[in-house]
């Protein structure tokens, strides 16, 4: 093991290559405590100290910008922006035929989708940065802290201000998506997936450390052992996948003979990865942000269903709120496997090449197999992303964490998700040098 590490940084291209990527995790660490324009740093230091607003959709986007969000940082957005474009990109493949096309023309439409993408970033990170200006300007960004200086985290109130706090912001995702495309090109790994797993790791030490601090050292030996034995479960059921045969029958083109191998279609279990965590925590958002809305300002008596929903579906430790969360966690990986995965168009493409699969005629047939399959192995799947899900729900009513746990939900998955693809990389990189790689 140490003597291919010591080959990685004997390779001078793959050096530079590292070198390269860690520059740029550095530089972006570094603009996440670089606080925006107009922000009174003071006040909101004192606002984390005492703030407990870390849950739902909130608390999934300063936990995917390694806390910048809170502390109004020049990156506060982090890469939550570039996300959601992506995903908005890859549904409306299904609503608008022109996408759909596009990315069947190969690499020239991939790049006109990723341009989109690219603008749909920008747009919504000038609604999310106008959206953050004036939650924060409101003083409602810590939620009910009963702190004076959480009502005053900004030195100018000026229109002028405002407006140039939300330039600073939309400049900081534009400046993100620029790392993460540059590390795709020129380092190691998928910039993006990086720059997330940069954000996340970031957060370990302060939770873990927290868990000490408040419950002991039993506590923390305890979610420790946890943590590992959660890990281990997670890289075996990401690695676990259905690998389903494929013959190719032997054709001639011209006075050449082609086909005629042997490969399989790998259907992992996990194959929504952790979208479906992503879509979970947003639509439960949503019902708590109507209710504070309808919340009277004169101090009377809300309404009842506005007392429900601030009562059971605001705060992760409600039993209401896991089952709800654990269904639709079901629910969305269904919907996203569906849409990602077309058994039509690969019983298709195998058909045009003569792929079959034995014992499976070509074409309705293949498509229907595929089908069964693959719901079959989303089951298992869904209930897994399920369970990592609540892990830190379940650490927060059992040993008061917040949504920074580390060992659960959105953080483990792509911790190890990412994790296992880079050295991937790295182990490819190092065989096309070497004849051993990292991994034996």
Sequence with gaps: MFSAIARIFRTPDLRRKIGFTLAIIALYRLGSAVPAPFVHFPNVEECLAVS??????????????????????????????????????QLLRVVIPHFETLHKEGQAGQAKLTQYTRY????????????????????????????????????????????????????????IMWFAELVTERGIGNGMSLLIFASIAATFPGAVGLIWQTRGFETFLLVMV?????????????????????????????????????????????MAGVIPVIFASSLLYVPMLIAQFNIPQDGSTPPEWTTWVMTHLATGDDWIYMVVYFLLNIGFTYFYVAITFNPVEVADNMKKYGGFIPGIRAGRPTAEYLDYVLTR????????????????????????????????????????????????????????????????
Excluded at 67 to 76: C, D
Excluded at 251 to 264: A, S
């Design 120 to 175: 749909l970033t920008i747009a919504l990170a000038l609604l999310q940065s106008t959206t953050l200006v004036t939650v924060a300007r409101s003083g409602q960004l810590f939620g009910q802290t009963g702190v004076a200086a959480c009502n005053n985290v900004l030195t100018n109130d000026a229109w002028w201000a405002q407006l140039l706090m939300i330039m600073a912001l939309t400049a900081g995702t534009g400046l």
């Design 52 to 89: 407990s607003s870390t849950e739902g959709l909130l608390g999934l986007v300063n936990l995917f910008s390694g806390g910048a969000l809170l502390r109004l940082s020049i990156f506060s957005l982090g890469v939550m922006p570039y996300i959601t474009a992506t995903i908005i990109t």
């Design 377 to 440: 192995i989303t089951f298992p799947g869904s209930l897994y992303l399920g369970i990592i899900a609540l892990i830190p729900l379940v650490a927060l009513s059992t040993i008061g964490a917040n949504q920074d746990f580390p060992f659960g939900g959105a953080s483990i998955l792509i911790i190890v998700g990412v994790g296992l693809e880079t050295v991937k990389q790295i182990d490819a990189q190092l065989q096309q040098r070497h004849y051993e790689g990292l991994l034996r």
């Design 226 to 270: 946890v943590g590992i034995l959660v890990m281990t479960a997670v890289v075996f059921v990401e690695q676990s996948q259905r690998r389903i045969p494929v013959q190719y029958a032997k054709r001639m083109v011209g006075r050449r003979t082609y086909g005629g191998t042997n490969t399989y279609i790998p259907l992992k279990v996990n």
